[in-house]
């Protein structure tokens, strides 16, 4: 399935710094002044979707208090996927911007969510070029170029993932690298039976990757060597992209395409258990495409999955038992904090679900359309991310929203140059976005 991409304006919401008006003043809704420039696309739908179970209505969300990271060394954040509450600066302002290479074009698409380690950020386009920028400055310190001379279009996808003073890298092309984190030099690469959609998972001396053919392979970070590899259930069609595994000590979580999520020892590549997302009714051709696009989660020996074919699950880490299930579709990683888990659906609503017991505290629906009467200019909304008591997040046509976690409320709105490419990453209490132009937006 293609996601459509919309190209915006360079609006003065971005323009912050040069303005000396704050982002929280127009993005948290304080500012009195008159609206930003252009047509506000209604916050609400139309469609039905979820509904909050009223029994739960008057429970208190409760959030732990934010924090600052220094790192988001995975799509994801971590190798457990889950970050919990981020700080975020009061008046983040643009500091700077730079385009990172090829950008999203239709038959090449950015897959890699971008890495902070301390004062460095770090990149990937939809040609397989790594950048390493200052995260403060802009400056680039490096830049590598991965895809072969010889290579023919059309070869896009894998990511990027640091542990251990490297950047680890998988390619639409087959092939993993290790990248001196200083230099950008190629410490090692390994070809793997194909090519690869998503981000590397590394944890205890060992990278993980998952192939478009559902296959999970594990690599020795040292030197590239492979230690073991799995083959999961083939799926005859899936997604556009794909979904890093989630590890937490010695259990790595996989989700393919399938819909199949499997749970295997990262020391001897055993199964300790296998649950299948796939929905149990399927009432149009959509939901055939059970695959797990959606990053697993793992918090406190729980797994938080969702599949695009409308099953969200909790599963015990240990012991693989469904602790509750319910019928929620999407292709977005759930956010984990505290109590409650903030997921996007398929049908655009931001939903805050009970950990505990999976019912669904509050929903806030997005727009679906840019022309909304007449449905057209599908919007692709991207997140959400919890920083400093605001859930954010990105649509393809150029703009974020931000929304109170407790109640769901919006917040407010933020103009970007064009669509986001991903979920926002925070860290260092700086916020950055990476546009399908390939133009990466650091604010703070």
């Not at 999961?232 to 010695?250: D, K």
């Not at 074919?309 to 956010?335: C, F, H, N």
Request: glycine content about 10%; aromatic content about 8%; overall charge negative.
């Amino acid at each position: 399935m293609l996601l459509e991409m919309r190209k915006g304006l360079f609006t003065i919401a971005l323009g912050l710094a040069l303005t000396g008006c704050s982002l929280a003043d127009r993005w948290l809704g304080e500012d009195e002044d008159p609206p930003l420039p252009g047509a506000r696309i209604s916050i609400h739908s139309g469609d039905k979707g979820l509904t909050a179970d009223s029994s739960i209505s008057d429970q208190r969300i409760l959030l732990p208090q934010p924090f600052e990271n220094t790192f988001w060394t995975h799509n994801g954040g971590n190798p457990a996927h889950a970050m919990f509450h981020l700080s975020l600066g009061e008046m983040p302002r643009e500091i700077w911007s730079d385009g990172i290479g090829e950008e999203n074009d239709g038959d090449e698409i950015i897959l890699a969510q971008p890495l902070v380690v301390e004062s460095v950020l770090f990149t990937m386009d939809s040609r397989s070029t790594v950048k390493a920028y200052d995260r403060n400055t802009g400056k680039v310190y490096w830049e590598k170029d991965l895809e072969p001379d010889d290579e023919e279009d059309g070869f896009f996808g894998g990511g990027i993932a640091y542990a251990d003073g490297r950047i680890f890298v998988s390619t639409g092309f087959a092939r993993v690298f290790a990248l001196d984190v200083r230099s950008g030099s190629i410490l090692w690469s390994q070809d793997v039976p194909a090519p690869m959609r998503a981000a590397p998972t590394v944890n205890g001396g060992r990278v993980f990757i998952v192939t478009l053919d559902n296959q999970t392979i594990s690599l020795a970070a040292d030197d590239g060597r492979r230690l073991w590899s799995h083959v999961g259930v083939q799926a005859e069609t899936s997604l556009l992209g794909g979904a890093s595994p989630a590890v937490a000590g010695r259990i790595l979580i996989v989700p393919y395409s399938s819909g199949e999520i499997v749970a295997i020892d990262v020391v001897e590549g055993d199964v300790k258990w296998g649950i299948d997302l796939s929905s149990v009714q399927k009432t149009d051709p959509l939901t055939d495409l059970a695959h797990i696009k959606a990053m697993p989660v793992i918090d406190r020996d729980r797994v938080i999955a969702i599949s695009h074919s409308g099953r969200m699950v909790a599963i015990d880490m240990k012991e693989g038992v469904r602790l509750w299930d319910t019928d929620i579709g999407g292709v977005q990683m759930p956010w984990v904090a505290g109590d409650f888990i903030y997921v996007l659906t398929n049908d655009a609503q931001v939903a805050a679900v009970r950990r505990d017991d999976g019912r669904i505290r509050w929903v806030q629906p997005l727009p679906r359309f840019t022309d909304p009467e007449d449905r057209k200019g599908l919007i692709v909304w991207q997140g959400p991310v919890l920083a400093s008591d605001r859930l954010i997040v990105a649509g393809s046509h150029g703009e974020a929203i931000s929304l109170s976690p407790y109640t769901g409320e919006v917040l407010g709105f933020l103009d970007l140059p064009d669509g986001a490419a991903m979920p926002p990453v925070v860290a260092g209490n700086g916020l950055y976005f990476l546009t399908a132009e390939a133009e990466i937006i650091a604010m703070r």
